[in-house]
């Protein structure tokens, strides 16, 4: 058979994905499985195969080089599929690409934005001259952009903003994926998995009209339904952000 020139079978364009990290603390694999399991025990479909990276940058200092066999083992039995690790040490990402996880780039990480410094205009006069100092004028921050969806997502869907943030008219159902690089508004129930500050924003929020999510997560720090929300968030008007290392969830005054 042959095949014409204009139609070729395949072609090579460049993409990018986002990728949960999955920090390593620990390279101990067994200790790893354990405190998975603990951890998931009570949400066995949680990450339905997702693809994460293993960011190993927390052992880097160490010597300590984790049996990836065993991990990728561990992570399978809860539907978590590493496909490259990122962070650690040669001799790590050696192992790793061994275990057949090439290396990934490391994530642009925002850091807290500066506040805006106020500098006071000063007048001096030196003999009989006034001066004037010059007074620094930021920039104007870039417009970013807003994606709008108006429409119910179902379990399966996800919807990500990429560089901005992300508004939701519409209920996120349980199994749904909302990401975005900025923050989240669901002004309906959140029950799926919402992910703002998905490239290290560390200042993006999560805000819904009946907070019922069954992930959340701020700057690669989140929080599952193995943690229970308080009575006065759960249903309610709440958001999250991120306070340091800790997410916080709190009422969302809505008058």
Same mark, same amino acid.
């Given at each position: !058979?042959?095949?014409?020139?204009?139609?070729?079978?395949?072609?090579?364009? #460049?993409?990018?994905?986002?990728?949960?990290?999955? *920090?390593?603390?620990?390279?101990?694999?067994?200790?790893?499985?354990?405190?998975?399991?603990?951890?998931?025990?009570? #949400?066995?479909?949680?990450?339905?195969?997702?693809?994460?990276?293993?960011?190993?940058?927390?052992?880097?200092?160490?010597?300590?080089?984790?049996?990836?066999?065993?991990?990728? @083992?561990?992570?399978?039995?809860?539907? !978590?599929?590493?496909?490259?690790?990122?962070?650690?040490?040669? &001799?790590? !990402?050696?192992?790793? *690409? =061994?275990?057949?996880?090439?290396?990934?780039?490391?994530?642009?990480?925002?850091? /807290? *934005?500066?506040?805006?410094?106020?500098?006071?205009?000063?007048?001096?006069?030196?003999?009989?001259?006034?001066? %004037? *100092?010059?007074?620094?004028?930021?920039? @104007?921050?870039?417009? &970013?952009?807003?994606? %709008?969806?108006?429409?119910?997502?179902? #379990?399966?869907?996800?919807?990500?903003?990429?560089?901005?943030?992300?508004?939701?008219?519409?209920?996120? #159902?349980?199994?749904?994926?909302? %990401?975005?690089?900025?923050?989240?508004?669901?002004?309906?129930?959140?029950?799926?998995?919402?992910?703002?500050?998905?490239?290290?924003?560390?200042?993006?929020? %999560?805000?819904?009209?009946? !907070?019922?999510?069954?992930?959340?997560?701020?700057?690669?720090?989140?929080?599952?339904?193995?943690?229970?929300?308080?009575?006065?968030?759960?249903?309610?008007?709440?958001?999250?952000?991120?306070?340091? =290392?800790?997410?916080?969830?709190? /009422?969302?005054?809505?008058?």
């Amino acid at each position: !058979m042959s095949v014409s020139p204009a139609s070729p079978l395949f072609d090579l364009k #460049s993409t990018a994905w986002w990728l949960t990290a999955l *920090r390593l603390h620990v390279a101990d694999a067994a200790a790893l499985g354990a405190a998975l399991d603990e951890r998931f025990a009570d #949400s066995p479909g949680l990450f339905d195969d997702e693809p994460l990276v293993l960011d190993l940058s927390p052992l880097r200092d160490g010597e300590a080089v984790p049996d990836f066999a065993a991990l990728l @083992a561990h992570l399978a039995r809860h539907r !978590m599929h590493a496909v490259a690790a990122q962070g650690g040490s040669e &001799a790590q !990402m050696a192992a790793a *690409r =061994e275990a057949g996880l090439p290396p990934a780039t490391e994530p642009e990480r925002h850091e /807290p *934005r500066p506040e805006p410094e106020v500098r006071e205009v000063v007048r001096e006069v030196v003999r009989e001259v006034e001066v %004037i *100092r010059e007074v620094e004028v930021p920039a @104007a921050a870039a417009a &970013a952009t807003t994606l %709008i969806v108006d429409k119910p997502l179902r #379990s399966g869907q996800r919807v990500y903003a990429r560089g901005g943030d992300l508004v939701v008219l519409s209920v996120v #159902s349980f199994g749904a994926e909302v %990401i975005a690089d900025g923050s989240i508004h669901v002004y309906a129930p959140l029950r799926g998995r919402a992910i703002a500050g998905a490239r290290g924003d560390v200042n993006a929020r %999560i805000f819904s009209t009946c !907070m019922e999510p069954q992930l959340v997560s701020v700057a690669g720090m989140y929080r599952t339904t193995e943690t229970p929300l308080a009575d006065d968030i759960v249903g309610k008007p709440a958001q999250v952000r991120l306070e340091g =290392e800790r997410l916080v969830v709190e /009422p969302l005054a809505v008058n």
